[in-house]
C-alpha cells in the first residue's frame, strides 16, 4: 500500500540558528545525539539521528551531458525512486539537496520513504513550504496502481532498468515471481527479455513500452521530459503525483489517464485549482496543468 510520510530535517547546526528554522516555519527536528538536550531546551522538537543508518541518495534533479555522443539530447534525469522501491521501507537520506529541499521531500513523500533531509540554510525556506503542504494532504492511502510486474534479482542491471521505467512512466511493481494479473511481467534472462539486452536500459525500457503498448499505459505524460508521475487510486477515485526534475516552473503539461473521471483539481503548495483541458474518450482522462514547480497532485473523482 501506498503510505506517504513525512520527511524529517537533518540539521547539525546548534540553536543559535533556531531563528532561521523558525522563519522557515520548522520545530521539528533531527540532529547529531550532543545537540538533542540544547535544541529541547530552546523549545524544539528535537530527536537524535545518525545519517550513517539510513540508505544514501542522490541529489534528484537532471544533468545535461553535452560532452555524451547519443541519438538524443534528453536530459539525464536523476531520481531516487527506483532505490526506494527497492529499498521496500528502509529509511533513506538525502545528504546533498542544493537548492531541491522542496523535490527531495515531495520525492520521499510520493514513494512512502521514510526520509531526513540536509538542507542547506539557504533551502529552507523550500523544505519548510513543501513541508506545510505535505502535512495538509488529505484523503486515504491509495494503493499504487501498475500493470507492470518487475521481477528484481537485485543487480546492477535490473536497478538500471527500473531506474529507466520509472524515467518514462512505466508503472510497476517488484514481484518475487510473475503475476498473471497484470498486463507485463519483466524478468532478466526470460525468452522475451534476455539479460544481454538490458547492457542498453534505455532500449529495453523501450522495449517493455513496446511489449505493453501504449493502448495498456495507465499513464502518459506529454509536454516534458523531467516530469515523473505515480498513480494511485482505487475503483471511484485516483490521485495522480507529478514531479518536476527540471528545477524551473513549466506549464501546459499534459497528462492522459486510464480510466473516466468527470473532475480533476490540482493541489500544489501554491494553491489549489482545476485541471485545465479535461476531457474523457476511449476508457482514458486527459488534462493539462496549468504550472507545475518542484511537486503537484491531481485528484480525480
Not at 501506498?2 to 520545530?27: H, N, S
Not at 542547506?120 to 495538509?136: E, Q
Request: hydrophobic share 45%; aromatic share 8%.
Amino acid at each position: 500500500m501506498f503510505a506517504a510520510a513525512l520527511p524529517g530535517l537533518y540539521w547539525e547546526q546548534g540553536p543559535e540558528t533556531a531563528a532561521r528554522l523558525e522563519k522557515a516555519g520548522v520545530r521539528c527536528i533531527e540532529t547529531p545525539a550532543a545537540r538533542v538536550d540544547a535544541w529541547k531546551r530552546a523549545g524544539f522538537c528535537a530527536a537524535a539521528a545518525d545519517p550513517a543508518a539510513y540508505v544514501k541518495l542522490r541529489q534528484p534533479g537532471v544533468e545535461y551531458r553535452p560532452d555524451v555522443a547519443s541519438a538524443t539530447r534528453a536530459p539525464w534525469v536523476t531520481s531516487n525512486a527506483w532505490q526506494i522501491l527497492r529499498g521496500a521501507g528502509k529509511p533513506v537520506y538525502y545528504g546533498s539537496s542544493q537548492g531541491k529541499e522542496d523535490l527531495c521531500a515531495a520525492e520521499a513523500f510520493v514513494y512512502g520513504a521514510r526520509a531526513l533531509i540536509r538542507a542547506d540554510p539557504s533551502g529552507l525556506d523550500r523544505f519548510g513550504s513543501m513541508l506545510r503542504f505535505l502535512g495538509k494532504v488529505d484523503g486515504p492511502a491509495l494503493e499504487p496502481r501498475v500493470n507492470i510486474g518487475f521481477v528484481d534479482d537485485g543487480s546492477a542491471e535490473a536497478g538500471e532498468v527500473m531506474n529507466l521505467m520509472i524515467r518514462r512512466n512505466l508503472l510497476f511493481r517488484i514481484v518475487a515471481a510473475p503475476d498473471t494479473r497484470l498486463d507485463l511481467n519483466v524478468r532478466l534472462g526470460s525468452p522475451e527479455f534476455p539479460r544481454t539486452a538490458a547492457a542498453n536500459p534505455s532500449e529495453f525500457a523501450a522495449l517493455i513500452r513496446r511489449k505493453l503498448t501504449d493502448a495498456k499505459r495507465l499513464l502518459r505524460i506529454f509536454g516534458s521530459e523531467v516530469v515523473i508521475g505515480r498513480l494511485t487510486g482505487d475503483g471511484s477515485q485516483a490521485r495522480v503525483h507529478l514531479l518536476n526534475y527540471g528545477g524551473k516552473r513549466l506549464e501546459g503539461v499534459h497528462v492522459r489517464v486510464a480510466g473516466a473521471y468527470r473532475s480533476a483539481r490540482v493541489l500544489t503548495p501554491a494553491g489549489d485549482g482545476p485541471a485545465a483541458d479535461l476531457f474523457t474518450a476511449g476508457g482514458a482522462t486527459e488534462f493539462s496543468v496549468p504550472a507545475l514547480d518542484a511537486y503537484a497532485i491531481i485528484d480525480l473523482r
